[in-house]
């Protein structure tokens, strides 16, 4: 073998183990990424937890669930004390339940069922409506394809 094939062999190889490690970049950002999204999705949720304790831990968040959960039109009432609270807690529960799809989608009967149980509120239905463009694609389609299976039922 002359000398000159063997430097292209080389070079060919060299070129092979260029691509290989190109690839594997790829895969490792792509990973890293993924995981990233889902720790700032989580801190999110994480963060919100003292406050979602401190308000459901008060016996009267049962009461502001009863009466705003099943109420669809308190999103159009006058902002009191009560609503503000509602309105917080189901921000948090849309929240929440976002932060799952995106982090834990991998069970997505799972996710449609907890999903459901929160959409067969009325009040709650129509805030997560209102929330619709502010969730990312995939989870306001989700909750979309919801919402009209539960109101075409």
């Known amino acids: 073998m002359k000398l000159s094939e063997l430097n292209e062999l080389l070079s060919l190889f060299a070129s092979l183990g260029v691509l290989a490690g190109i690839f594997i970049l790829v895969l490792e950002i792509s990973q890293n990424t993924r995981a990233i999204e ?9 963060a919100s937890q003292n406050v979602l304790s401190t308000i459901v831990e008060n016996p009267e968040v049962a009461e502001l669930m009863l009466t ?18 509602a309105q917080v807690l189901f921000e948090m529960i849309v929240r929440q339940t976002e932060a799952r799809f995106v982090t834990q989608s991998d069970d997505l009967d799972a996710m449609r069922a907890a999903t459901i149980r929160y959409l067969n509120q009325p009040g709650l239905r129509e805030f997560f409506k209102s929330q619709l463009d502010l969730f990312t694609p995939e989870f306001a389609e989700f909750v979309d394809g919801l919402i009209n299976q539960l109101e075409n039922n």
């Open 38 to 46: 889902n720790d700032a999705f989580w801190s999110r949720v994480n």
């Open 68 to 85: 705003y959960g099943s109420d669809p039109d308190f999103m159009n009432a006058p902002i009191t004390p009560d609503i503000l609270r």
